[in-house]
C-alpha cells in the first residue's frame, strides 16, 4: 500500500496562493487516479482535483481557473497549485490515490485563508 504525505498547507491572505504536495512512498507511475479533496469544518469531504496516468485533469467547478493539479511521475509527487484563494477554500487538504486494489490517503494539510 502507498504511502502519501501531503505538505505546504499555511495560512494565506485571500487573494494569494500556496502549493500543495503529495510525496507517494512508492512509485506513482501506474496508479490511475491522483486527486486532492478537502474538508471543511462541518461539512462533507470533497473532490477538488483529479488527474488520471494519462495527465488529464478536472476540477470541481468553484476551483476551475484558479488551481491547478499535476504530477511529476519521476518524483512521484502530485501538486496542487492554488491561486486567487478565498475564505471558502480553507480546509483540510487530502491527497488520494486511486486504483484496482487500491485507495490510499494522506494525513491531511491545513490551508486557512484569512486576512
Known amino acids: 500500500q502507498v504511502q502519501l504525505v501531503e505538505s505546504g498547507g499555511g495560512l494565506v491572505q485571500p487573494g494569494g496562493s500556496l502549493r500543495l504536495s503529495c510525496a507517494a512512498s512508492g512509485s506513482i507511475f501506474s496508479i490511475n487516479y491522483m486527486g486532492w479533496y478537502r474538508q471543511a469544518p462541518g461539512k462533507q469531504r470533497e473532490l477538488v482535483a483529479v488527474i488520471t496516468r494519462g495527465g488529464e485533469t478536472n476540477y470541481v467547478d468553484s476551483v476551475k481557473g484558479r488551481f491547478t493539479i499535476s504530477r511529476d511521475d519521476a518524483k512521484n509527487t502530485v501538486y496542487l497549485q492554488m491561486n486567487s484563494l478565498k475564505p471558502e477554500d480553507a480546509a483540510v487538504y487530502y491527497c488520494?490515490?486511486?486504483?484496482?486494489?487500491?485507495?490510499?490517503w494522506g494525513q491531511g494539510t491545513l490551508v486557512t485563508v484569512s486576512s
Open positions: 488520494n490515490a486511486n486504483s484496482p486494489g487500491l485507495n490510499a
